[in-house]
């Protein structure tokens, strides 16, 4: 059965194909391959949510399946792009797996909570989003873009002063221009230069990358002079 569902599949009829890797799985419970066909085969029905359901069960009923099967189950919710789901399957792989789990697959998850923070930018829930980011810089205090949506989630909660505050945080950790740059761009779309320049002159004064921030200091007063 388990063959002749893998057949099917590979045919382009992923139907038939599931009915019988749905019978081989009742048939022989403790054979992994036809779970994994099985699921498959779902996920060609364009069914994630039984695909997904088949590699947690696995996951859970054979523990020596469990990495295969929530790597497997992962990368289904990636495709997805379903990040709070990618991301708790990740957290699992850490918490259970540590020692298998790759350097460029730990960074996986660095950017899963990046995702699940733009998600939460994009449907307007700027205190969970802050979160989010908060806890990724927590793990990954070199992770620009976070501080960049850290900050605007602050402003954007009416909190202004830790929102700059933030942006003048990740450019000591960082040395980024691109977090002087939001700097500037704010205080030039708010209407208030001479603050954003107020700003950029202690920064230049007090940091230790002072090459970086006159530079940038400079180009705030030249873009002012043309404006």
């Avoid at 001479?194 to 006159?214: C, N, P, Q």
């Amino acid at each position: 059965m388990t063959l002749l569902g893998d057949c099917l599949l590979r045919e382009g009829d992923p139907q038939a194909a599931a009915l019988q890797l749905a019978h081989a799985c009742e048939t022989h419970p403790d054979h992994a391959e036809p779970r994994y066909l099985l699921a498959e085969a779902r996920q060609a029905l364009r069914d994630p949510d039984g695909a997904a359901a088949v590699l947690r069960q696995l996951a859970s009923d054979q523990p020596k399946q469990a990495l295969r099967a929530l790597r497997r189950l992962r990368a289904l919710h990636l495709e997805a792009q379903r990040w709070d789901e990618a991301l708790e399957v990740h957290k699992r792989l850490g918490a259970q797996f540590p020692g298998e789990l790759s350097q460029a697959e730990r960074a996986q998850g660095t950017a899963l909570q990046y995702q699940v923070g733009l998600q939460k930018v994009e449907a307007d829930q700027f205190k969970e989003a802050a979160q989010t980011f908060q806890a990724l810089l927590k793990e990954d205090p070199s992770f620009v873009p976070a501080y960049l949506y850290l900050g605007r989630c602050m402003i954007l909660q009416d909190q202004e002063a830790q929102g700059i505050e933030i942006w003048l945080e990740g450019f000591r950790a960082t040395s980024e221009g691109a977090l002087l740059q939001e700097i500037e761009d704010y205080y030039i779309q708010l209407g208030l230069p001479e603050d954003g320049i107020a700003v950029l002159r202690r920064v230049a004064a007090t940091s230790e990358h002072e090459a970086m921030a006159k530079f940038f200091l400079g180009k705030m007063l030249y873009r002012l002079e043309i404006l």
